[in-house]
């Protein structure tokens, strides 16, 4: 029997054919679907998905990538995933570039930052004038000296510079050349100190502070800050100019347990502050009192306007004498001033304050208008006894007045003086700096017929040029050159030159402070003329002196003076047996 197909066969076996592709299919696509899950699942197993999108995240933070569906699209149909990524990737490349440059911007500027941070803190602890650490620099070096000290480090003291007459140095010869000053002067701190443990900072303006650490003793900060002070004080020569200013010096002395560099750095100033209200050119180790004596001093600046209206000022008169004759043959008038509280106050004190500002201007006037009259009402009650000239004080503000003159001018005529009986005292800080401006003021001066002396010569830098060089009358030997006339071969040396100079030059020497007949025997010795000092009087009031006025001096009456005779020799020897008489009376009384 034969097995053909039959037709229901053919029929079936058709439709299982057509069947089976379709199954076929069907289990394809679950497959893939199955793969597709399967792998997804798989992806989120080992976090894939998160690692991915991390990375792309950070790199782009764009937020385009649907990453699942691209997953499933790459397994549905990896050629479109291809070119759907091809495209990403350019993006991402685009916007990788895109952020490159701009990195390379960013790089460029914090390197800008960085340059100008470092400029910032150049600027912000260095002073731009000298190159040296500023104010803020030295307060935290202090601080950090002060908080965490090292045993090693020894003492430690704080010098506080102050550079004199600044602002006159300013006035006179312009901004430029005080910067010059400030410069030459941190360049001299630097050479003086270079073998020193230092910290040399500029706080500003005219000030310099040097920290010196590893001391051995206190007295050795005394011994640098004398060397600096030897430097600075010092001509300095800047340019066309040259300029004498010299500088003062406070020190403080870092004690343990000492917590505030701010108030260390006041104790210092206020130490230096002090020496420069001693005269200048000098150093003060602080002290607790130098607080109470500042107190006085900004009272005294207070109360000082004020003085002139409360008629708180009057003028002393001290005698100016012949060595040979011992006659008076003028006198100086010195400022006094009587403060309502504090009693009696030296010109010594109160006239720097009064120079510091305007002030002296007004003072000045009044001197020169109240020695004019006291003059004038001399010469008409005593016309042949009179002192010859008035000599008045001028300040160095006052003289570079340029109606200084005009000034003197009308006073000598308001009270119908001679013109040369009233002579004018400056010292040589008039003159220091500007010579030819002052030159131009002493002929001014001259021109009115008035006399012109320099005073306390010897006591600073005087030259013997500014002798030759100046119109002057009179020269006024510094007391401390007088003090050594008889016992210090070199002051009788440069006494006995200036006596041979001013005889040449038709100038008078007067010794100033002259205290003994030792002295004034040694001083006619070397061909000084004539004198000034406690022997021949102390400062007086105007009818004290009157008393003085028809005899000679050494403080006494004109009877007594004539009892010691001419020579010096039996003045000495008269006056001595005078004191041995008021000493031995003295005694008798205190029994
Ligand atoms: P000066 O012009 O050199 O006056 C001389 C000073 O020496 C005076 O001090 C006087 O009292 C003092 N003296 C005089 N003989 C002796 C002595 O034998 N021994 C000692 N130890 N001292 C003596 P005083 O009156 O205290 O004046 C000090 C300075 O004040 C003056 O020095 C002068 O520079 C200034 N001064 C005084 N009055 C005026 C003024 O009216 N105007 C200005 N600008 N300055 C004045
Ligand atoms: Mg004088
Ligand atoms: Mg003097």
């Known amino acids: 029997m034969s097995s053909q197909p039959t037709s229901s066969d053919e029929g079936a076996s058709v439709g299982e054919k057509r069947a089976l592709p379709r199954r076929q299919a069907w289990i394809d696509l679950w497959a893939i679907a199955a793969g597709g899950i399967a792998s997804f699942f798989l992806c989120y197993a080992c976090d894939a998905w998160e690692r991915f999108s991390a990375f792309v995240a950070t790199v782009s933070a764009w937020d385009g990538w649907h990453l699942h569906e691209l997953m499933i699209l790459a397994m549905l149909s990896p050629a479109v995933a291809a070119v759907f990524v091809y495209r990403r990737l350019r993006e991402l490349d685009a916007l990788l570039r895109e952020r490159e440059s701009q990195f390379g911007s960013l790089q460029a500027a914090h390197e800008t930052i960085v340059v100008s941070k470092s400029t910032l803190h150049d600027q912000a602890y260095h002073d731009r004038l000298t190159g040296l650490p500023n104010h803020h620099a030295l307060v935290e070096r202090l601080e950090a000296m002060i908080t965490q000290p090292n045993a090693a480090d020894g003492i430690t003291a704080i010098v506080y510079f102050g550079v004199d007459n600044f602002k006159r140095v300013n006035d006179h010869f312009g901004l430029p050349?005080?910067?010059?000053?400030?410069?030459?002067?941190?360049?001299?701190?630097?050479?003086?100190?270079?073998?020193?443990?230092?910290?040399?900072?500029r706080p500003g303006g005219d000030k310099f502070v040097v920290i010196l650490s590893a001391l051995k003793q206190a007295t050795d900060a005394e011994a640098v800050t004398a060397r600096v002070l030897e430097s600075l004080n010092k001509p300095f020569d800047l340019g066309a100019s040259r300029v004498n200013s010299g500088a003062s010096a406070g020190i403080t002395i870092v004690e343990a347990g000492q917590q505030d560099a701010t108030e260390l750095l006041h104790d210092a100033e206020k130490a230096m502050y002090e020496a420069k209200g001693m005269g200048r050119g000098r150093f003060?180790?602080?002290?607790?009192?130098?607080?109470?004596?500042?107190?006085r001093r900004a009272r005294l600046a207070r109360d000082l306007p004020l003085a002139v209206a409360r008629e708180e000022l009057s003028l002393a008169y001290q005698p100016i004498v012949s060595l040979s004759s011992g006659a008076m043959t003028g006198v100086e008038g010195l400022l006094r001033w009587r403060h309502g509280e504090l009693g009696p106050i030296g010109p010594g004190e109160f006239i720097p304050l009064a120079e510091e500002t305007d002030l002296i201007l007004e003072i000045g006037a009044w001197v020169l208008e109240h020695g004019c009259r006291q003059l004038a009402n001399w010469i008409a009650r005593f016309p042949s006894s009179a002192p010859q000239v008035m000599s008045l004080n001028v300040s160095r503000k006052q003289f570079s007045q340029p109606d200084l003159s005009e000034?003197?001018?009308?006073?000598?005529?308001?009270?119908?003086?001679p013109p040369d009986r009233v002579q004018v005292e400056i010292t040589e800080d008039a003159y220091l700096g500007d010579a030819q401006a002052a030159l131009r003021i002493m002929r001014d001066i001259k021109a009115q017929g008035v006399k012109l002396a320099i005073d306390d010569f010897g006591a600073g830098s005087s030259t013997l040029a500014a002798v030759q060089q100046f119109p002057i009358d009179t020269l006024k030997v510094d007391r401390s050159l007088v003090t050594d006339a008889a016992n210090s071969a070199d002051s009788a040396a440069?006494?006995?030159?200036?006596?041979?100079?001013?005889?040449?030059?038709?100038?008078?020497?007067?010794?100033?402070?002259?205290?003994?007949?030792?002295?004034?025997i040694a001083l006619q010795e070397l061909g000084c003329q004539y004198g000034q000092g406690y022997l021949f009087g102390r400062p007086m009031t105007p009818e004290a002196i009157e008393e003085m006025f028809a005899g000679s001096s050494l403080g006494l009456t004109a009877s007594g003076a004539s009892?010691?005779?001419?020579?010096?020799?039996?003045?000495?020897?008269?006056?001595?047996?005078?004191?041995?008489?008021?000493?031995?009376?003295?005694?008798?009384?205190?029994r």
Do not use: C, M
């Open 177 to 201: 050349t005080g910067d010059k000053l400030l410069q030459a002067a941190a360049e001299r701190l630097a050479v003086v100190l270079r073998d020193v443990n230092t910290f040399i900072a």
């Open 284 to 295: 003060v180790v602080f002290d607790p009192d130098i607080r109470e004596r500042l107190r």
């Open 407 to 417: 000034q003197i001018g009308r006073v000598i005529r308001e009270y119908a003086l």
């Open 494 to 520: 440069i006494l006995h030159s200036l006596a041979v100079l001013v005889r040449n030059l038709n100038v008078k020497l007067v010794a100033e402070g002259i205290e003994d007949i030792e002295q004034v």
């Open 563 to 590: 009892a010691f005779g001419n020579s010096w020799e039996h003045r000495l020897a008269a006056f001595q047996r005078l004191e041995l008489e008021e000493a031995t009376q003295a005694a008798n009384g205190a």
